[in-house]
Structures are given as C-alpha cells and as structure tokens.
C-alpha cells in the first residue's frame, strides 16, 4: 500500500472521530453502566506502522496522539480512572533506537504537554520502577505530577517501565520493612493494596487492542475480577467510536464476583 495513501487515510479517520467528540456526537452513556476504572493494554503500535510503510516510531507517535484524544473522551464520560500499559518493564529488551524514541516520546509529553492535561482537568500519576529510567525521565515525570496533583476531571495512570508482578515484589518489599512477625500475620487483601504502586480501585474494565488475548504481566492484582475485552483493532485505530463498543458490550456483562445472581 502507498504510504502516502495510507497516512491520509488515517488522517482522515482521526479527523472525522475529533469531529465526532468535538461535536457530542459520541455515545450517550446515561443509561449505561460505566466502569469507574478502565485499563487500557496500549498495543499495536508498531504493527500499524508497517502495515503502512512507516517507522516503527512512527507508530509510537500516532499511538501517542491518540491516546491523548482517547484520554480527555474516556474520562469525560464518567470513567473515574484511565490506567494504560505504555512501557512494561521487559520493553527494554528492544532495540536501543526504539527504546530510545519511546523516552524521547515519554519527555515530550511529561514536558510539553502539561498544558494539555491542565485544560482538560485531568490529573496524571505514574506507576512503575525508577531503574533504569534515565534521571532526564524522572525528573519530567516527577513534575507532571507535580503539576497535575490538584486536577479533578479524572486520573490518568500512565504504567511506564511497569510489570504486574514486579508491583507485587515491591509491594512485599515494602511490606517486610513497616512490620514485624506478629503484624504480618494479620495481613490481608486491603493492606497490600495499599502498599501497590497506587492506591486505586480495581479495574472494572480490561481493554487490549491488536488482537492479543493475553495479559503481559499488567496489573495482575487489580484485575482480579475486571471484565475483558478484546479488539483486532490496532492502538492508534482505536477510536472513541471504539470505546464505546466497548462500554456496551460491558454493560451487557453480569458481573457476580463469585456469587450467584439472585
């Protein structure tokens, strides 16, 4: 395929799905049931960039762009909390130019887009390892936060150099340090929630795109009972249009968290 063609027809399709939230268009949700806390596994990227002809960081980039649109529209329609899988802690196991991009990709949005999420009144935490981020990152990092601690319009949870199973690990670690012998045999399920990179909600709502049916170490605690729901559409694709097919295909679902429906 032409990659100029592709690239306007992507244009196009993000163009008129801006228009579609701009306008109000998108979905009424009144009536619907809406996960407080959905979790997004950003997937795809790369994919959708060679099937178009484009880098790979090319890729990165839409996907960006369109997490910023998806962002502001999910949280604007009730969803108190957006958690998305960016970076995982086994994603520097690729090239050093992807990595590298994708760091430049994370500084960019930690240093120029703070504007975006004071005016979209959203506030931005970050769950995940410092090592081996660079200090560049942490500090960028540390000051979206910063600035952003005060917004209410919902919460952005980016999962940068992020793994389920590491969250637990220093959970424990955690743990070990604040208690002795005799506490930790009172521990329970509240307690090493709270000793978790945040202390939020579990998800209600699990969303993988490209096709994927498997979990890649994201938030295995939190997801526990969250209902899944899985798309062939590849991340930067994903539209609002999407998202709502999402909400009601949730909606349909009976959630009984071990029980039975009376």
């Not at 990659?3 to 579609?20: E, G, Q």
């Not at 500084?107 to 005016?119: A, E, H, P, Q, V």
């Not at 521990?187 to 945040?198: A, D, I, P, R």
């Given at each position: ?99 590298d991009y994708l760091m ?22 970050v769950s995940g390892r ?133």
């Open positions: 395929m032409n990659p100029y063609f592709s690239f306007t027809k992507t244009y196009l399709a993000v163009t008129i799905d801006v228009w579609w939230v701009s306008k109000g268009v998108g979905m009424n949700y009144k009536n619907l049931k809406v996960p407080k806390h959905v979790g997004i596994i950003v997937d795809g990227n790369g994919r959708w960039a060679v099937s178009k002809g484009l880098s790979r960081s090319g890729g990165h980039e839409a996907g960006y762009r369109n997490l910023k649109k998806l962002g502001k529209y999910i949280l604007s329609h009730e969803v108190k909390i957006l958690s998305v899988y960016l970076f995982s802690t086994e994603n520097f196991k690729r090239s050093n130019e992807e990595v430049r990709l994370f500084l960019k949005m930690f240093r120029k887009d703070i504007s975006f999420f004071m005016k979209n009144n959203i506030k931005v935490i410092d090592v081996p981020l660079s200090n560049e990152v942490i500090v960028a990092r540390d000051e979206m936060v910063r600035a952003t601690k005060d917004n209410t319009g919902g919460i952005l949870n980016i999962c940068l150099n992020y793994g389920g199973r590491a969250e637990i690990v220093d959970a424990m670690r955690k743990m070990m340090l604040d208690f002795d012998k005799e506490e930790i045999s009172n521990m329970n399920e509240e307690v090493v929630s709270k000793y978790l990179y945040q202390n939020l909600p579990d998800v209600d709502l699990l969303i993988r795109t490209s096709g994927e049916y498997r979990l890649s170490n994201f938030m295995l605690w939190q997801v526990s009972y969250a209902e899944f729901y899985f798309t062939d559409i590849l991340f930067p694709d994903f539209s609002c249009r999407d998202f709502d097919d999402a909400i009601l295909s949730y909606t349909k679902r009976d959630r009984r968290f071990g029980g039975i429906k009376k």
